[in-house]
């Protein structure tokens, strides 16, 4: 059964994705169930907003740059200031969509996220790209924050630094607050793991742009080894050792 419309809300943290939000809001757009569409521009430097904006969305924007954890807050909070000036929902807040920026034309795939959340079969959904090119991180990230939540939780999802979930608003709220920066993802999966939520995976065509080997790239990855490690610390979850998700990432060439 597909999802009513207002159902669904997508939140798209963005920060200097001029190039790719504009296709990235309008296949949001078009996903069953959703009708609001929100997203935050943190503190970018090019004409992010104003492509977001053309494209059909709701902006808010950040000042200056502060992580992708604030981005998804300020849209949660936005969706509810939303909600409750239409009066709200006789069957309560709309279940959250958050997906990439850069993800272009192949947002329109990311509909099956929803569905086990919609459904009541899952609190929270993690994607799995069918397209493993892209795995949301390079292998030495993603095999902390696979290790990480396998010590925390006896449990290693496949893509553990995935952005494309979505969960309840009230498993939303469950996580708060988020772990910071590039942590969250990593955060978002223990807290609800271990406050007893259901978290699935849930494979899906999308892709985005691969991260490259420039210094910038190389920068990037230091900073999100850095948020990791801080969400794991913070939640006494340090890997003692590479966890599955590492073999796989190795086995895949990341």
Sequence with gaps: ????????????????E????????????????????????????????????????SVMRHARNRGKAAAMLTGA???ARLEAG???RASGPRSLLFLDADLGASAAAAGPLAVPVLAGAA???????????????HG???GLSGAGIERATGW????????????????????LPLAGGFGVETGLTIDLLRAGLRVTEVEVPLSHRDTGR??????????????????????????????RAAAAQDAAGG
């Design 1 to 16: 059964m597909l999802p009513s419309s207002g159902d669904l809300a997508v939140i798209i943290p963005a920060w200097n």
């Design 18 to 57: 001029s190039e790719r939000i504009g296709a990235t809001v309008k296949a949001a757009a078009g996903l069953p169930g959703a009708d609001i569409v929100i997203v935050v521009d943190d503190g970018s430097t090019d004409g992010t907003a104003s492509e977001a904006q053309n494209a059909g969305a």
């Design 77 to 79: 909070q936005a969706v």
């Design 86 to 88: 239409r009066g709200g």
């Design 123 to 137: 609190d929270m959904t993690i994607a799995v790209f069918t397209d493993r090119v892209r795995r949301g991180g």
């Design 140 to 142: 030495f990230v993603v």
């Design 156 to 175: 290693c999802p496949a893509q553990p630094l995935n952005g494309q979930r979505c969960l309840t608003r009230a498993a939303f709220e469950a996580a």
């Design 214 to 243: 420039d210094w910038r790239s190389q920068l990037h990855r230091a900073r999100q080894f850095a948020d990791v490690a801080r969400a794991l610390a913070a939640r006494r979850a340090l890997p003692l050792r590479p966890g």
